[in-house]
Nanobody, 121 residues
Framework: VQLQASGGGLVQPGGSLRLSCAASRRIYSSGVVGWFRQTPGKEREFVAAIRWGSGIRYYEDSVRGRFTISKDSAKNTVYLQMNSLEPDDAAVYYC???????????????WGQGTLVTVSS
């Protein structure tokens, strides 16, 4: 499966962005789609994930309550709505999919190309 991430851009602190991750084919009901982010010199870190079949959602503590992950099964697309953005949220955001949920990158088999989020006034 190929993933296409989009929606990044420049936003002021406190602003919002919605990222999209479009899959090239149907995600299996047992699959998981996650969002990770990475800044230069740091490891890729988990942000959020959603189980395709059940819709159960997971969040990293620093984004819970500000970010919302959702899916549109008909479009094979996952969204990450990001509100109340902070400078520390600035990163390249990647979406990924795999067969099992995990908070480490090696839990996911297929990755999108990344989309840059800049939070600055």
């Amino acid at each position: 499966v190929q993933l296409q991430a989009s929606g990044g851009g420049l936003v002021q602190p406190g602003g919002s962005l919605r990222l999209s991750c479009a899959a090239s084919r149907r995600i299996y009901s047992s699959g998981v789609v996650g969002w990770f982010r990475q800044t230069p010199g740091k490891e890729r870190e988990f942000v959020a994930a959603i189980r395709w079949g059940s819709g159960i959602r997971y969040y990293e503590d620093s984004v819970r309550g500000r970010f919302t992950i959702s899916k549109d099964s008909a479009k094979n697309t996952v969204y990450l709505q990001m509100n109340s953005l902070e400078p520390d949220d600035a990163a390249v955001y990647y979406c990924a999919t795999g067969s099992h949920y995990g908070t480490t990158p090696n839990a996911y088999e297929f990755w999108g190309q990344g989309t840059l989020v800049t939070v600055s006034s």
